[in-house]
Structure formats: C-alpha cells, structure tokens
C-alpha cells in the first residue's frame, strides 16, 4: 500500500502496558524495524498508521476520536493484543466500549465515518514477529499468509451427518460447521 514508508502513531486507549512494552520492543536494536522503513511519531497529523493497544475505555474516547480523526488518509489502523482486536477481558464491563470493531460501530453511528483498513495482532501481548509480521504486512512488504482449505470426501461427510444426528439425540450442544468438499460446500447443522 505505501510505497516509501510507513509512519506509525501509537495510543495506548486503556492497555495494561504488556501490548505498549511490545510495540516499543521492535523499535529497539534487535528487531529495528526502522530499517524497513517503519518509524514511530509523536503526532498523529504526521502518522500514515495509528497503533491501538488496549481495550478502548469511555475516559479515553473522547481522545482517541481527536487521535483517529487527526491521521490523515489513507490511514491504516494496527489493533495490536486481544484487547485491542475485541476488548479483551474488559469487553464487557461498564469502563470499556470494546475493542476496534465496537470503536468503528460508534463511529459509523455517531461521526458517519467509514472504517480504515485495519489489521488485526491478537495476542496477550503478541509477540514482537507478530508486530513486525502485521506492520510488515500494511507497509506491503509481505503478502498474507494463506489459511489452509480442508478437502473432505463425500463419505466422511455422510459419516459427519450420522455423528451430528447423534449428537442431537444427545441433547448436547452441536456448533455450525462448514465442509469444503471438491464440488463445493455444504452447512451442516
């Protein structure tokens, strides 16, 4: 996407400092991420990229919103710890909005503003290769991974169907699952 550099803003929005420590960790000598063209500023007028880390709390948005609004665009938005990607284990209290998604809610709500690319680092903290890899991954340095697909043949997904049938008879919970199969896809119960 960025073609020279990528210029990150990072605000912490209630994190507990684990996903901050990290953040600043690959700015440090051993993974020096500045080398490839990665910088941290100090303002988010000069940023290409904000860093969200930590659950987004009610004190804090009111500064965050100004923060968002303030990157210019195209921006780009890390949301770096599980906190960050769906408000961690604060995601319902009275404190907390959430994480980015509840964050992009009230603001296509309350702003009529459209949400950025975001990439999501999961983690508790997310190890400093997975920062790199995310940042790496908006600065268009890397291409993203490939999830594996699972083939299923046609027998095991009749034998499936004999399994979820029993499992119903059981009364126990069954979760929706896909099956891929080479002529398609099927939903089963």
Same mark, same amino acid.
């Given at each position: 996407?960025?073609?020279?550099?990528?210029?990150? +803003?990072?605000?912490?929005?209630?994190? =507990?400092?684990? =996903?901050?420590?990290?953040?600043?960790?690959?700015?440090?000598p051993?993974?020096?991420?500045?080398?490839?063209?990665i910088?941290?500023?100090?303002?988010?007028?000069h940023?290409?990229?904000?860093? +969200?880390?930590?659950?987004?709390?009610?004190?804090?948005?009111?500064?965050?919103?100004?923060?968002?609004?303030?990157?210019?665009?195209?921006?780009?938005?890390?949301?770096?710890?599980?906190c960050? =990607?769906?408000?961690?284990?604060?995601?319902?209290?009275?404190?907390?909005?959430?994480?980015?998604?509840?964050?992009?809610?009230?603001?296509?709500?309350?702003?009529?503003?459209?949400?950025?690319?975001?990439?999501?680092?999961?983690? =508790?903290?997310?190890?400093?290769?997975?920062?790199?890899?995310?940042?790496?991954?908006a600065r268009?340095?890397?291409?993203?991974?490939?999830?594996?697909?699972?083939? *299923?043949?046609?027998?095991?997904?009749?034998?499936?169907? *004999?399994?979820?049938?029993?499992?119903?008879?059981?009364?126990?919970? *069954?979760?929706?699952?896909?099956?891929?199969?080479?002529?398609?896809?099927?939903?089963?119960?």
């Amino acid at each position: 996407m960025f073609k020279k550099s990528l210029w990150v +803003f990072h605000l912490n929005s209630g994190s =507990c400092n684990g =996903c901050d420590i990290e953040v600043l960790n690959i700015f440090a000598p051993r993974q020096d991420v500045e080398r490839f063209g990665i910088k941290l500023v100090a303002s988010p007028r000069h940023a290409d990229a904000i860093a +969200f880390t930590g659950p987004i709390t009610r004190e804090s948005l009111p500064k965050v919103i100004e923060a968002f609004k303030a990157v210019p665009e195209p921006k780009i938005v890390l949301a770096i710890g599980s906190c960050a =990607c769906g408000g961690g284990i604060w995601y319902d209290t009275y404190a907390v909005i959430g994480g980015i998604k509840s964050f992009y809610k009230l603001l296509r709500e309350e702003y009529d503003l459209e949400p950025p690319i975001t990439i999501y680092i999961p983690g =508790c903290p997310p190890k400093p290769e997975a920062i790199i890899y995310g940042v790496a991954l908006a600065r268009g340095l890397v291409n993203q991974k490939q999830r594996r697909e699972i083939y *299923v043949e046609e027998e095991e997904i009749e034998n499936l169907q *004999v399994l979820f049938e029993e499992a119903k008879l059981m009364r126990h919970f *069954v979760p929706g699952i896909r099956v891929k199969t080479n002529g398609g896809s099927k939903d089963e119960p």
